[in-house]
């Protein structure tokens, strides 16, 4: 496998060399469409401004002029009637000529080899050295015809700067290279440690630190991944506290029920009917316990299928206390309760489970002959259901546990109180499931008020 690294590398050297090339066929097309022509024009200016000044100037050292005008920098090629040639300047590196085209300028055509150098891709038409790409003039000196052809020496033109050209792009080509690796190398290295990171992962390892602090795409998604990677510590820790908690909450009542089991046999009929009470006791206890832990991971994977619809909040209320009424006056316990007809929208077997949790809590952890109140009040756009009892209450330090699951708080005064320490993590749920929020104010030794509020369409 081709690391990141080498592809994008490969990726942006190959773009630079592809973009050179696109603007070199650009530029010569440029130079083909229009360069060539002006180019022609401009040479046979010139070419026929020689001839002029040969033509009338029959006095002048021809060899010594032409000469001359090779040093200023042009490349010239003569030849007379009799087919004697002569080079001025420097020399060409194609010298094939048709002699077609030599005896029509000596019979006084002008060439455009220039204008009409074929049209290459690869080759700009300006820097071919070749006598076929001159300007062809004829002139007379000393009563004889010469034709005269004659191109811009491109290398002398160049000469001074060439070097210096060419140096800066060998050094424009070498440092983009090295920059392309440098920053390349840069942009990748988030990406390298994103990916170990994950690999620490899935190993199980949470406590890794990315320490990646950009400010771009990359900085965000390195935030996200360190959000997401606490959340899966979180969601480890707690399904390992999840784990230890059921496992001694169902080993405790089963080691419990073993050992009265293996007592039944030796027993009197009295201690026989006190123990199998006693197993009674712990059979419900842990029914109820897979029931809750059922009904919560039920919950969970209900969110999106809620059946949701419009329902009498009063009457609920009133049924899950006529349910708990023997309950209520085995403990001698008063029970007010004060609503007009209220409707919501809301699943109606998700929110009795949430009354139901709230007034078994307030039954359980109320004295004897105590007090409950329960309340629904209409808002402008939610509803608030109040339960208040005059229980044992709870400690400040409880009151940030208890919706947690499995939480239990200390019960040693009053031990006969049976639970699983569920229900309030489920009553939480379910709240906020309908988008509704749970509060509750308790003061220890004098009771526990519970607010639910609740959406109401
Ligand atoms: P359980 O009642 O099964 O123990 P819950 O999740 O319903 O579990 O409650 C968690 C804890 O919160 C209880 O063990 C208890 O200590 C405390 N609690 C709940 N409701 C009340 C209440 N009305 N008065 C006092 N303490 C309460």
């Not at 209520?328 to 077997?349: A, F, H, R």
Request: glycine share 6%.
């Amino acid at each position: 496998m081709k690391s990141l690294y080498f592809k994008f590398a490969v990726t942006t050297i190959s773009i630079m060399l592809l973009s050179g090339l696109i603007s070199f066929l650009l530029s010569n097309y440029y130079y083909q469409i229009n360069l060539k022509q002006k180019n022609d024009e401009k040479i046979s200016n010139f070419a026929s401004e020689v001839s002029h000044y040969i033509n009338h100037h029959d006095e002048i050292d021809l060899t010594k002029y032409l000469e001359h005008i090779g040093l200023l920098g042009y490349q010239i090629y003569i030849v007379d009637e009799q087919g004697e040639t002569q080079f001025f300047g420097s020399a060409y590196r194609d010298k094939d000529l048709p002699a077609s085209i030599v005896d029509k300028v000596l019979n006084g055509d002008t060439y455009h080899g220039v204008k009409h150098f074929p049209h290459n891709l690869f080759v700009t038409g300006f820097f071919a050295n070749e006598l076929k790409n001159t300007i062809g003039v004829p002139f007379e000196f000393e009563g004889k015809d010469y034709a005269l052809f004659i191109r811009p020496d491109i290398k002398l033109f160049f000469n001074e700067m060439h070097l210096l050209f060419a140096f800066m792009l060998a050094l424009t080509i070498a440092l983009s290279i090295v920059l392309v690796l440098i920053s390349t190398k840069y942009l990748i290295r988030p990406i390298s440690k994103l990916n170990s990171a994950t690999k620490d992962i899935a190993n199980g390892n949470f406590t890794i630190s990315l320490d990646i602090t950009r400010k771009d795409e990359i900085g965000d998604l390195a935030a996200s991944f360190d959000d997401m990677t606490k959340k899966l510590a979180k969601v480890e820790e707690m399904r390992k506290e999840l784990i230890s908690n059921i496992s001694h909450d169902i080993q405790s009542p089963l080691s419990n029920m073993r050992g009265y089991v293996n007592l039944l046999d030796a027993s009197s009929a009295e201690e026989r009917s006190h123990y199998i009470e006693i197993l009674n006791t712990e059979i419900n206890r842990l029914s109820s316990l897979t029931k809750q832990m059922l009904l919560l991971s039920t919950i969970e994977s209900k969110k999106e299928i809620m059946e949701v619809k419009e329902f009498d909040l009063g009457d609920q209320l009133k049924k899950v206390i006529s349910q708990y009424q023997w309950q209520l006056s085995e403990k001698g316990i008063m029970v007010s309760y004060s609503s007009s007809n209220v409707m919501i929208k809301g699943d109606p077997s998700l929110l009795y489970t949430v009354w139901e949790n709230l007034l078994t809590n307030a039954i359980k952890y109320n004295h004897e002959y105590g007090e409950i109140e329960i309340a629904a009040q209409e808002k402008d756009s939610s509803v608030l259901v109040s339960m208040k009892d005059t229980g044992i209450g709870l400690e400040p330090n409880q009151v940030k546990r208890i919706y947690d699951r499995f939480y239990r708080g200390d019960h040693s005064r009053t031990p006969s109180v049976d639970g699983t320490g569920l229900g309030l993590s489920i009553v939480q749920s379910v709240v906020e499931m309908h988008s509704g929020e749970i509060s509750v104010e308790s003061v220890e030794g004098k009771g526990t008020v519970f607010y639910v509020s609740l959406p109401k369409l």
